[in-house]
């Protein structure tokens, strides 16, 4: 199965469930299923930040696996980190999302 | 010149969240009588221009635009870049003025710019006609 997860609510789900569960998960190639997409939100973005520990690892299995990340381009504007993400990181709103996953389309999207 | 960075709290700055939240309300105005052609674009992104000029003034400018935060804010600065300009000072405006002016807009979405600066040229160009009733 494939899945797509929204990061949407900002108490320990980039902190804890990302990185502490998911993240591990997917270096260690047993998360379960295959994760196509990752899209953020709000403050979650600043994990997608260069030089964001968690981010850079997240970089690395996103180059790996060929799994998408975005970040949300209004939340990154308005914390004026748009051009401070991870090389080759995009932003953009919902019609760039499905865009972006339009090739490789997942089964269930998970909102966090 | 008013320092336009985040620690000089609500004075109006030029960075992309702010355009866009000023370019949000002007979308939803009613178009000025001078409106120039509807634009799309390969992301199939739309954007028109209208005018409310006199004496070769553009004295305001409305903009009925695709709801993408960097189009809006494109349109806005447009917006505030020309208005109260001569027509022919405000056709002079490119779409390298408005990418140098948001920097830390990224590559990828730089072509609205493009779409915006080219709606906005057909706004003017609608109002060259009618006041002379010839093509710019």
């Given at each position: 199965m494939k899945v797509a997860y929204i990061f949407a609510t900002s108490r320990h789900t980039v902190s804890y469930v990302l990185a502490k569960m998911i993240l591990p998960q997917l270096e260690e190639n047993r998360h379960g299923v295959d994760v196509v997409g990752m899209f953020f939100f709000e403050d979650n973005n600043y994990v997608l930040m260069k030089g964001n520990p968690t981010g850079e690892r997240l970089h690395k299995v996103a180059k790996k696996t060929g799994m998408l990340l975005m970040g949300c381009d209004q939340c990154c504007y308005e914390r004026e980190i748009a051009d401070?993400?991870?090389?080759?990181?995009?932003?953009?709103?919902?019609?760039?999302?499905?865009?972006?996953?339009?090739g490789n389309m997942p089964d269930q999207v998970i909102t966090l | 010149m008013a320092c336009?960075?985040?620690?000089?709290?609500?004075?109006?700055?030029?960075?992309?969240?702010?355009?866009?939240?000023?370019?949000?309300?002007r979308n939803r105005l009613a178009p000025f009588a001078v409106q120039g052609a509807t634009l799309r674009d390969a992301n199939d992104l739309t954007a028109s221009f209208s005018l409310d000029i006199a004496d070769d003034t553009v004295r305001d400018i409305r903009f009925q635009v695709s709801t993408c935060i960097t189009l809006i804010a494109y349109s806005e600065l447009i917006v505030e870049l020309a208005a109260a300009k001569g027509a022919r000072a405000a056709a002079v405006l490119s779409e390298s003025d408005l990418v140098s002016a948001?920097?830390?807009?990224?590559?990828?979405?730089?072509?609205r710019a493009v779409l915006a600066i080219?709606?906005?040229?057909?706004?003017?160009?609608?109002?060259?006609?009618?006041?002379?009733?010839?093509?710019?």
């Open positions: 401070k993400l991870l090389e080759g990181v995009p932003i953009g709103c919902f019609p760039d999302l499905y865009k972006a996953l339009s | 336009e960075s985040a620690c000089c709290g609500n004075a109006p700055r030029r960075v992309v969240s702010d355009l866009f939240d000023r370019g949000y309300r948001l920097p830390d807009v990224p590559l990828l979405k730089r072509d080219n709606a906005f040229r057909a706004a003017l160009k609608a109002a060259f006609i009618s006041q002379t009733g010839e093509a710019a």
